[in-house]
């Protein structure tokens, strides 16, 4: 890269529709619709529409969490959206989420339909509005706060920097990837130095906050991303490895981890969720998930 | 870029402590601290330890509104870190904030001390705390958690993205600064399209999303980030000017623009805030901040 033509950036940044690598046809730099099309609605007061990338595992691992939880309020349809089809840009999603990211959630159950987007905010939302996975202890509130936004500023370094340039940009560049490479490598130690002194990372507890950091750092050290695991050396972080092998184990994020997958091993998909009863027919082994764009 | 000699990263990636461009010694791959040195405390139970970027802009901004709203239970200390000397990694920062990044705080007013690092939880802890700048109808705070979670999320690709690749990397390149411009554009026209239906991100109401989303994209959009003003466009975004203006009007965001400022006109720094009388030898014109890295 430091033999690049010498490039000097226009006055005014104009949009040339032919590059950026893979993921090209779905970046804009403009928002909102591109089509007419309603979102559908099925019979659950929370409807979510999402994908089984690491953004939309933490909501369905939480979904499943509080159901194995016993509470049926959470029951669920998990609709697919296919963004390398442009779903993302229906005048329905955009509806849900003018950012048009997954996951979206719209929650049926308040005096007026309530949307929800980002799935940080989807997490806090769900937890508060059923009381669980978070701190018993009010006190440790601040702390679950501090990680849950940690994960949130942290993963775009991880997955629209590292993940971008390792694996999806049309050449190999050495400067971004070892720009990204090295602040994913801190951001893995600072998650391990902080597993050494607590299980779950505020506390004692299992929280949203250990299912955010999980879907993204824990499957990043668990090899799943990116095929990145041996040029990050992710079994050097011994802390993260015991945390992210135990929540992993966990049958609710076994069957969090199967809904509106679309890609791998078709026994691992679950495209849609309406019922309990839809995982039946599935196995959950194997599951080899993809990273974000 | 495309003419780069081309690039085989290494099986297992490894330090060159060399690279970087701007702000390449303040990079690591491993997080803890550098060398031993406890923080200074002051006589308020809020006590900040930030710099004036747009992170550190956030909650100086939140602290100076609760005061001018009259909490006067927001009263704070704010204590210079200098990131370019290090200042985050010693083990007294390190112990408030693992992740070496400001803004932290410590709050001294519970039965034990209570640490809140990310400039989005603080947002949320400080509002929480004083109950103000929350949405005032309860069926609102979905919407207000889901702006400040997208910024929260879409900054990184502005300043970590953009701004590094098109002001601080050692040179130009045209595929990084290409894919960053892109998405700081979408994500400057999520925002345009928000404020052309509502006063302000939220809603009818000013709230911490309406000041995490400021900092970054409103002064953006003044000009004051990057010197990209010209480049990305920014006077096209008709409703994010008019929202900028108006909240860059505010007095108490002018003081907390000033808070922990140690860059541009020496009379618009000041440099720690120890009480509200602080700011009155100083002006509050001209000031001209710097991104981050």
């Given at each position: 890269m430091t033999d690049a033509t010498p490039y000097t950036p226009p006055k005014v940044w104009k949009w040339e529709k032919e590059s950026g690598g893979r993921f090209a046809s779905i970046n804009r730099p403009i928002a909102g619709p591109t089509h007419d099309k309603d979102l559908p609605v099925g019979k659950h007061p929370l409807?979510?529409?999402?994908?089984a990338t690491p953004n939309g595992v933490k909501?369905?691992?939480?979904?499943?969490?509080?159901?194995?939880?016993g509470i049926k309020e959470a029951e669920y349809d998990a609709w697919l959206v296919n963004i390398s089809e442009g779903d993302q840009f229906s005048s329905g999603f955009v509806s849900v989420n003018p950012n048009s990211k997954i996951p979206a959630l719209m929650d049926h159950s308040t005096a007026t339909p309530t949307r929800v987007f980002e799935s940080g905010a989807i997490l806090l939302y769900l937890a508060e509005k059923f009381g669980a996975f978070l701190p018993s202890d009010p006190a440790k509130r601040p702390e679950m706060l501090s990680w849950l936004f940690w994960q949130m500023g942290s993963a775009p370094y991880?997955?629209?920097?590292?993940?971008?340039f390792y694996a999806y940009a049309p050449e190999k560049w050495q400067y971004p990837i070892d720009r990204f490479a090295m602040e994913t490598k801190r951001q893995l130690d600072v998650l391990d130095r902080r597993l050494a002194e607590t299980p779950y990372v505020s506390g004692d507890e299992y929280t949203i906050a250990d299912m955010a950091i999980w879907a993204w750092y824990g499957q990043l050290a668990l090899g799943r991303l990116y095929e990145a695991g041996e040029f990050l050396d992710v079994e050097s972080y011994k802390y993260v490895q015991k945390w992210a092998r135990e929540i992993d184990a966990r049958p609710a994020v076994k069957r969090g981890r199967m809904v509106n997958r679309a890609f791998g091993d078709p026994s691992t998909q679950l495209r849609e969720r309406h019922d309990a009863g839809d995982f039946e027919t599935r196995t959950q082994d194997k599951l080899e998930p993809a990273g974000e764009s």
């Open positions: 409807q979510l529409y999402s994908l909501v369905t691992v939480l979904l499943e969490e509080l159901l194995a939880k991880l997955g629209g920097g590292f993940g971008h």
